[in-house]
Nanobody, 126 residues
Framework: QARLVESGGGLVQAGESLTLSCVPSDGIFAPAALAWFRRTPRGELQFVAALDWYRRNTDYLDSVKGRFAISIDSAKNVLYLKMNSLKPEDTGLYSC???????????????????WGQGTRVTVSL
């Protein structure tokens, strides 16, 4: 399967915003659950947000609810993660992930996601 490619990371100060993007290398997102994860500086892989392709319902890590928003532009085949009011604890390597095509139910466990990107780094300073 084609890999996923993230962009949009950077170094920002606390309180600022970033929008991450994720595109498939072949330009096509097959209908499936899509998610964002992050690898923290301590090496922990955390679920951040997920989107059900068909129902468009979403799920978020409690600490990012109200600040982050996951969305998809189906016409452009781009997955986004809009991050507002960033905090130092949001620092990490953010990766997008996709379930097998046709599997749209969202879950927080990383093992069910088959396609991954290499990540884009987000660093939030005080």
């Amino acid at each position: 399967q084609a890999r996923l490619v993230e962009s949009g990371g950077g170094l920002v100060q606390a309180g600022e915003s970033l929008t991450l993007s994720c595109v498939p290398s072949d330009g096509i997102f097959a209908p499936a659950a899509l998610a964002w994860f992050r690898r923290t500086p301590r090496g922990e892989l955390q679920f951040v947000a997920a989107l059900d392709w068909y129902r468009r319902n979403t799920d978020y890590l409690d600490s990012v609810k109200g600040r982050f928003a996951i969305s998809i532009d189906s016409a452009k085949n781009v997955l986004y993660l809009k991050m507002n009011s960033l905090k130092p604890e949001d620092t990490g390597l953010y990766s997008c992930a996709a379930r097998r095509p046709g599997y749209s139910t969202i879950e927080r466990g990383p093992d069910i996601y088959e396609r991954w990107g290499q990540g884009t780094r987000v660093t939030v300073s005080l």
